[in-house]
């Protein structure tokens, strides 16, 4: 199947700083979705993004959706506790079987 | 409540035994996924179902199965073929371009 290449793999930040996470793929993409995974529970839709150079927020996520169609970002702003998880990026692929695919995950973990 | 409900949370499992995971919704929706997710990995698509009555294989299909008999379920079996069963499973319902997921299933081969 195809792959999406997210990084980092792990963060480790202070409370109150931000954070930046990204994902790449070589191949084209209509949507990006970011999804938030917490510990023993289901991924949880945070952005979705439908539209080249789009740029949405969602609180204090914001995401874009890049120009070339092969990459976004997720940036969180003044980090809480709350916000330790997984972070998934998705996308169908164009043409695709109908199917996501989805990134490695971005573990983060906010220290008080 | 609408929503996607998976059973049970836990499930322990002989080797050599099939074990099936539940997932209902009430979302109307006519598309569902399983996937399957191992520590430090992402998600992997091992079936989804775009209709009842029809199913198709995702990238790691081998060593389980499905059935769609009724829109707000969609039941994967895992089959004793499997030879790395210990994961967890995520059923999901929506479509290609926003897929929701339901808690999950923990599934160990003790």
């Known amino acids: 199947g195809q792959q999406l290449n997210q990084s980092p793999q792990s963060m480790f930040i202070q409370e109150g700083e931000d954070v930046s996470m990204n994902c790449t793929s070589s191949s084209i993409f209509n949507t990006w979705l970011w999804y938030k995974q917490e510990p023993g529970e289901g991924p949880v839709l945070l952005i979705a993004?439908?539209?080249?150079?789009e740029l949405t927020s969602n609180g204090r996520l914001t995401a874009q959706f890049g120009i070339t169609r092969k990459d976004s970002f997720l940036n969180i702003s003044a980090s809480i506790p709350s916000d330790v998880g997984i972070y998934f990026c998705?996308?169908?692929?164009?043409?695709?079987?109908?199917?996501?695919?989805f990134g490695s995950g971005t573990q983060l973990t906010v220290l008080p | 409540d609408g929503g996607i409900t998976q059973s049970p949370k836990y499930l322990f499992r002989k080797e050599g035994q099939n074990v099936t995971l539940s997932c209902e919704q009430n979302?109307?929706?006519?598309?569902m996924y399983w996937y399957r997710q191992d520590p430090g990995q992402g998600l992997r698509l091992i079936y989804y179902?775009?209709?009842?009555?029809?199913?198709q294989k995702g990238d790691i299909a081998e060593g389980y199965s499905v059935s769609r008999e009724k829109k707000e379920s969609f039941p994967l079996t895992v089959t004793s073929a499997q030879k790395n069963p210990t994961a967890f499973y995520l059923c999901?319902?929506?479509?290609?371009?926003?897929?929701?997921f339901g808690q999950g299933t923990r599934l160990t081969v003790v």
């Open positions: 993004l439908y539209k080249a150079g």
């Open positions: 999901a319902t929506g479509s290609y371009t926003e897929a929701f």
């Open positions: 979302l109307n929706h006519d598309a």
């Open positions: 179902s775009q209709i009842v009555n029809d199913f």
């Open positions: 998705a996308g169908p692929f164009s043409g695709s079987a109908r199917q996501l695919t």
